[in-house]
């Protein structure tokens, strides 16, 4: 069975249209990558009187890695590029079964260290 990789995004003072925009910005950049799929992440039931079954959460993203496929760090490698390129103000949460871990634009050796070990954790369950 494949992984399922939550990705959201969130900026100070953005709004939700805001947050969309940030999502599918990354979005493309995720879809370079040997995934099955990187589409809104939807959970709960949508607004009355919309067309889907469930609701969108604003700059949330799910992404769909293939069965022992070792895509996860390839996964961050990508996020943390884009939020390096964006500048301050940005963060990107990834979680993988409720275990989430938090990204900023920061290059520092303490967060890669992080990275790392996170990636290790869920690498070996691909």
């Keep these: 069975m494949g992984a399922e990789v939550r990705v959201g ?5 953005s709004d939700d249209a805001r947050l969309e925009e940030l999502a ?4 493309q950049e995720l879809l370079t990558l040997d995934v099955r799929s990187v589409e809104p992440y939807r959970e ?4 009355e009187g919309t067309r889907g079954g469930l609701a969108a ?5 799910s992404v769909s890695l293939a069965p022992g496929l070792q895509a996860v ?5 990508v996020v943390r590029a884009w ?3 964006s500048g301050s103000g940005r963060t990107v949460k990834i ?8 990204l900023t634009g920061a290059s520092d050796a303490v967060q890669q260290q992080l990275v790392d070990a996170w ?4 690498s070996a369950t691909d």
């Design 9 to 13: 995004v969130e900026e100070v003072g």
């Design 24 to 27: 599918l910005q990354l979005r």
């Design 44 to 47: 709960g039931e949508a607004p």
């Design 57 to 61: 959460l604003a700059g949330v993203l």
């Design 73 to 77: 760090g390839a996964v961050v490698a």
């Design 83 to 85: 939020l390096q390129r």
């Design 95 to 102: 979680a993988i079964d409720g275990d989430v871990i938090e």
């Design 119 to 122: 990636v290790k954790k869920h």
